[in-house]
């Protein structure tokens, strides 16, 4: 019965090391069989439920309030900014239109975004004025800068009929969702389109994109079922893999809401975003600690080179266009794929920007790290996110044009109006998956180094008890009962049995003398 139990302890104990070996040696591979299996999209795939509807995002709206329009107006003055936020909408992303296309294994889809207010989380309500540059004047501004000075009458007394106003007090409901009319917008649905490229019956920031598909564009990227290292990467963005710019520029790139695994690039192109017409590029930082999340991860940020000029980073002088002047580092000339609108992208409060763009302003603009970057937190081994913000600053182009008296008396001015941060973190369930799938290969470590610890312990325990304790009753002689003694064969028999065969040979050895 002992020896029964022995057996089964040295097997389990057994089976615990080379178990714990197995997991020891082969955790990679085991971690990547997990990802290779989860990480793949189709309409079937554990993955498609959180790509088609993602987490609800948060996005904060910040205003420049402008407290001296008619000075800036009328005297040319810089303008004196008071920033005012955040007012706080949870953004939601839902797939439609998605097409699967099995032959280059691809899929098809728009984004449609929608907004609600979140007043708890709101530094006021949605009915809070605003003063601020009027975005359709600005861009008529724009048109005007561009024409020849014998059309510019012309255009400077349609907006005085027309009773156009550089500045407005709009509510931030209109400025952001759902829009206000303006003269520009609904006196010229009758122009053709070479005169107005675009056609709107109002204007707002999140006004074209509210609960539309085709605000984003089209997008056609990889679903990593060949080549998970492909998964989410854009092909194509509206049916072309180039937009905008010229050469490097404006090749299309980046991820449509999925990450691959294996993002070991010291660079990391994120969406390609329509509000910029390219891809935000971030840069390898740090790895550590992720800040409230209680995991490890890799820090990307955006880095000052992004909105260099050409002259501080080379490789964005495609981004500046034969027709238009090399503008100071620090913003983006958006214009070419924003239909000729003076529109000009920066971080908020023109932060890693040359100092050229605060001193233009009167006042209210102080650039901080902490407020104002952009960064991302990920694992680099499974490409899943764990914390993401986006700050951006949209900017309008103001120029000085004697010739329309709307803007004869103003300044040359990178005008900013608003400044949007749209953020994400993991939380809930989510964080406990994330939390698994970071770890796993830790956790893998540990068990495995546990089950061969345990294992191992169990063998070396068995082992010693075996010898300690039961071998030597296995040795030790049976006590001969009376017949026993008094058979000389059967002691003999039982001496052979029961003593060592050094001792067996002694006994059995005839004295010497005899031998003699």
Not at 245 to 255: D, E, I, L, M, P
């Amino acid at each position: 019965m002992k020896f029964c139990k022995i057996i089964s302890c040295l097997s389990v104990g057994a089976i615990l090391a080379l178990s714990g070996g197995i997991l020891f040696g082969l955790r990679g591979t085991i971690f990547s069989s997990i990802i290779n299996g989860n990480f793949k999209l189709s309409p079937d795939s554990s993955l498609y439920p959180t790509w088609e509807n993602l987490p609800p995002l948060t996005t904060k709206i910040y205003f420049f309030n402008v407290t001296n329009a008619a000075a800036v107006e009328k005297r040319g003055a810089k303008p004196m900014l008071v920033e005012v936020g955040p007012y706080v909408y949870e953004e939601r992303h839902k797939k439609t239109k998605v097409v699967w296309n099995n032959d280059n294994f691809t899929v098809t889809y728009q984004n449609v975004r929608s907004y609600f207010f979140d007043r708890s989380a709101s530094v006021g309500p949605e009915e809070d004025i605003i003063t601020t540059l009027n975005a359709p004047a600005a861009i008529a501004n724009g048109i005007g800068a561009t024409m020849s000075e014998g059309l510019r009458p012309g255009l400077s007394a349609a907006l005085l009929i027309m009773g156009e106003q550089l500045f407005v007090k709009r509510s931030v409901r209109e400025l952001v969702t759902v829009g206000y009319k303006d003269p520009l917008l609904t006196d010229t649905q009758w122009l053709p389109k070479s005169v107005v490229p675009v056609k709107m019956d109002k204007f707002g920031y999140f006004y074209p994109r509210n609960g539309t598909d085709w605000y984003d564009g089209v997008y056609n990227m990889y679903t990593g079922v060949d080549d998970v290292q492909k998964l989410g990467q854009v092909v194509r963005w509206n049916y072309t893999d180039h937009f905008a710019y010229s050469g490097n520029c404006g090749k299309v790139r980046g991820y449509g809401d999925a990450l691959s695994p294996g993002q070991y690039n010291p660079t990391l192109d994120l969406n390609q975003e329509a509000d910029l017409c390219r891809p935000l590029t971030l840069e390898y930082v740090e790895s550590g600690n992720v800040p409230g999340m209680g995991m490890k991860g890799s820090r990307y940020e955006m880095s000052p080179n992004y909105f260099a000029n050409k002259t501080v980073n080379p490789d964005n002088a495609c981004y500046t266009s034969p027709k238009t002047k090399e503008v100071r580092s620090g913003v983006l000339d958006i214009s070419a794929c924003k239909w000729g609108a003076p529109l000009f992208m920066s971080q908020p409060h023109f932060y890693q920007a040359d100092p050229f763009f605060v001193a233009q302003v009167g006042g209210g603009l102080k650039p901080d790290k902490k407020k104002h970057e952009t960064f991302i937190w990920l694992d680099r081994d499974s490409g899943v996110p764990m914390s993401l913000v986006v700050r951006l600053q949209v900017n309008f182009l103001i120029e000085k044009l004697p010739s329309i008296l709307l803007f004869k008396d103003i300044t040359t001015t990178y005008f900013p109006t608003v400044w949007f941060e749209v953020g994400m973190k993991v939380e809930g369930s989510m964080k406990t998956e994330v939390w698994l799938l970071v770890n796993m290969q830790t956790i893998l470590l540990s068990v495995g180094i546990a089950l061969f610890v345990i294992g191992l312990v169990l063998l070396v325990g068995v082992a010693y008890v075996y010898r300690k304790n039961l071998l030597p009753k296995l040795l030790v002689a049976r006590k001969p009962s009376e017949s026993e003694s008094a058979n000389p064969i059967l002691n003999e028999n039982l001496l052979s049995d029961s003593e060592p065969q050094s001792q067996r040979e002694h006994v059995a050895q005839p004295p010497d003398e005899i031998v003699n």
